[in-house]
């Protein structure tokens, strides 16, 4: 297949499509990228020489046309002076020039058609590797997006997950009765301390009662 029929499978394929359907889109357009780009040195090789050779046909059109031009002028000069056979001589050549120059015309048109062709190829292939190279960031921009999104997610459900949840219920119950624990004992304390200080208060008043009886028997 000639590089210009490479080229239009290349840019008439359904990209698009095919890197939707495609397990590793990012793998896909790389791959891609890299046929586009091969592509595209080989046509640009081919440009640069069919620019070559359509300059070596122009040289040699402009070669032959002016050796048209030189016959045209002897075959004139030969008839001014009377000589008719050698003006025959010098149109027979012009008449072989003239052949040629319009051979070289010929072919310096069509290659100057296949010049433009390539040319036109070219800046397709320029246009889709820009393209191409434009979807392979949107993809690795969506393809980070997932990831992240998915780790998010990932770590959400763990958050959400019963069984976590159950244990730390269980160990906040635990703190819970500690705290409780604490209280009681704190209150316990706080009542043991209150009750020793009423029994003194008994033993006071006990004390001034047996005083007083005391006083009243005569015995104290």
Do not use: C
């Not at 300059?55 to 001014?80: C, G, I, N, P, Y």
């Amino acid at each position: 297949m000639s590089i210009l029929g490479r080229i239009r499978d290349l840019i008439s394929a359904n990209v698009n499509t095919a890197l939707d359907k495609a397990e590793d889109p990012e793998k896909m357009a790389n791959e891609y990228l890299r046929q586009l780009n091969d592509e595209y040195y080989e046509a640009k090789t081919n440009v640069a020489a069919a620019m070559a050779d359509e300059t070596k046909l122009q040289q040699k059109l402009v070669q032959h046309q002016a050796e048209v031009d030189q016959w045209q002028s002897k075959a004139e000069a030969a008839l001014r002076a009377g000589n008719e056979e050698l003006a025959k001589a010098a149109l027979g050549r012009k008449g072989q020039a003239q052949k040629l120059a319009e051979q070289y015309k010929s072919q310096y048109e069509a290659q100057a058609d296949q010049v433009d062709h390539l040319q036109e190829a070219l800046a397709d292939l320029e246009t889709r590797i820009a393209e191409t190279k434009a979807k392979k960031e949107l993809i690795i921009a969506k393809k980070n997006r997932a990831q992240t999104q998915e780790t998010l997610q990932q770590t959400m459900s763990g958050f959400g997950n019963s069984n976590v949840m159950d244990k730390l219920d269980t160990l906040e119950g635990r703190v819970d009765d500690r705290l409780a624990q604490a209280d009681a004992m704190t209150q316990l304390e706080g009542g043991s301390l209150e009750s020793r200080f009423r029994e003194l208060e008994k033993d006071a008043e006990v004390d001034s009662e047996l005083e007083e009886l005391k006083r009243k028997m005569g015995m104290s």
